[in-house]
C-alpha cells in the first residue's frame, strides 16, 4: 500500500496591491518564501544570531495579549515586512501646490478602483500599501546626499607645508656636519614659530566656531541641547539571553493579582457621578484634522512608510481615511496590522548586560 503525499506549493508573500515581499534573514540574505529562509537558518546557524536580538513573544497578561514583536507571516495577514524599513520617499516641497493636488487625485483614484467595493478589513489592511506604492512611483526613492569633505583652508595648507619642511630640517640635522648645524637651527627655529603661530590663529577659530555651533544650537533647542551636555555616552548592543529578558519583561510588566478584587479601603471617598455623559460618537473630521496639523510634517514615518505630511497637503486622502476609520469605529473592527507591537532596545550605560 502506497502513500502519496501532495507536493508543496510554492508560497510567495504579495500584498492586496500587488507589492511582492520578500523574507529577510539575520545575516541579509533575502527569500521569496519563508520555507527557503527557515531552511536557510537552519543550515547555515542563523538561528544562533536571534539572542542578540530582542524579540517579545507574548506580554503574560491575557487581557492585555500582544502579539508577537516581528509581523505575523501567515497569509491571511495582508501586509509588508516588519524586518525591512521601507524607504523614504523623494516628496517635492511642501509649497509645490500643484504637485501635491496631482498627487491628491492620483492616490484618490487608485484607492476608489482598487478598494471600491472590498471589505472593511481589506481597506484597513491596504489602504497604507496603496498611499505608499503611489507616492513611490510618483516621486521615487529620497536619495541620501553624500557630504563632502571640507575643503581646507590656505593657513591649514600652509600648516601641512611647514610640518613637512620641520620634518625634513630633522632628517638633515642628523646628518649635517658641525658647520652647517647652527644655520640648520636657524631655519628650524623660524618654522616652528611660524606653525606656532598658525596653530594659536586655527585653534582660536576652532574654538569660535564651536562656540557659535552651541548657541544656534541653544537657541533652537535648549531642552535637548541641555540634555545632551549632561548625558551619559551610551553604546553597544544588548547581549543579554533571551530567557533572561523574558523574565524580566515578565515580572516588570505583569501583575499577577490583577484579578483579585481589592478590599474596601476605609476613609476612601468616591468621587461623584459624572454630570456630562461619556462621547462614544467616532472621530469627527475636524478632530481628525486638527490632530493630523497639530503633528510635526518632519516627524517619523510608521511602518506603512506614509508621513503626516502626505496627509496635511492631501486633504482628499485625509477624507478617505477618516471614513474608513469612522465605519472602523462603528462596527468595532480592529485592524490586525494594529495588533502588532515592535519592541526597541535602548542602552542606559556602556555595560551591554543591563
Not at 77 to 96: C, E, L, M, Q, Y
Not at 249 to 278: C, M, N, V
Request: hydrophobic share 30%; glycine share 4%.
Amino acid at each position: 500500500m502506497s502513500t502519496e503525499t501532495a507536493p508543496r506549493t510554492k508560497r510567495t508573500r504579495t500584498t492586496n496591491v500587488g507589492l511582492e515581499i520578500d523574507y529577510l534573514c539575520l545575516c541579509g540574505r533575502r527569500f521569496t518564501t519563508e520555507r527557503g529562509m527557515k531552511i536557510h537558518r537552519t543550515k547555515m546557524g542563523c538561528l544562533s544570531m536571534s539572542s542578540q536580538q530582542t524579540l517579545e513573544n507574548q506580554s503574560q497578561v491575557p487581557n492585555h495579549s500582544a502579539k508577537e514583536i516581528q509581523a505575523d507571516n501567515r497569509d491571511d495577514v495582508p501586509r509588508h515586512p516588519s524586518s525591512d524599513k521601507r524607504h523614504k520617499i523623494n516628496f517635492p516641497p511642501a509649497s509645490s501646490g500643484k504637485q501635491w493636488e496631482d498627487l491628491d487625485s492620483k492616490i484618490v483614484l487608485k484607492i476608489d478602483s482598487l478598494l471600491g467595493k472590498s471589505t472593511l478589513e481589506h481597506k484597513l489592511a491596504t489602504l497604507g500599501d496603496i498611499v505608499y506604492q503611489t507616492c513611490l512611483d510618483t516621486f521615487g526613492v529620497k536619495q541620501h546626499q553624500v557630504k563632502c569633505p571640507p575643503q581646507r583652508s590656505r593657513r591649514q595648507l600652509e600648516m601641512d607645508t611647514l610640518r613637512k619642511q620641520k620634518r625634513k630640517l630633522k632628517k638633515q640635522l642628523r646628518a649635517a656636519s658641525s658647520e652647517e648645524t647652527n644655520g640648520l637651527l636657524i631655519i628650524w627655529r623660524q618654522l616652528k614659530a611660524r606653525h606656532s603661530a598658525l596653530s594659536r590663529a586655527e585653534s582660536a577659530r576652532k574654538k569660535r566656531s564651536q562656540k557659535r555651533k552651541n548657541q544656534e544650537r541653544f537657541i533652537r533647542d535648549p531642552f535637548q541641547f541641555a540634555r545632551q551636555l549632561f548625558q551619559q555616552p551610551k553604546s553597544g548592543t544588548l547581549t543579554v539571553e533571551r530567557e533572561v529578558l523574558e523574565t524580566h519583561l515578565k515580572k516588570t510588566y505583569s501583575d499577577p493579582t490583577r484579578e483579585i478584587p481589592l478590599e474596601e479601603s476605609t476613609g476612601l471617598l468616591w468621587p461623584a457621578a459624572p454630570g456630562i455623559k461619556f462621547d462614544t460618537k467616532s472621530p469627527s473630521s475636524q478632530e481628525v484634522i486638527a490632530v493630523v496639523n497639530k503633528a510635526r510634517a518632519e516627524s517619523a514615518q510608521g511602518p506603512n512608510g506614509v508621513p503626516y505630511l502626505l496627509y496635511k497637503r492631501c486633504p482628499n486622502v485625509l477624507k478617505k481615511l477618516h471614513k474608513i476609520l469612522r465605519s472602523a469605529w462603528k462596527n468595532i473592527k480592529i485592524s490586525k496590522e494594529w495588533m502588532t507591537a515592535e519592541g526597541c532596545t535602548s542602552p542606559k550605560s556602556k555595560i551591554r548586560e543591563e
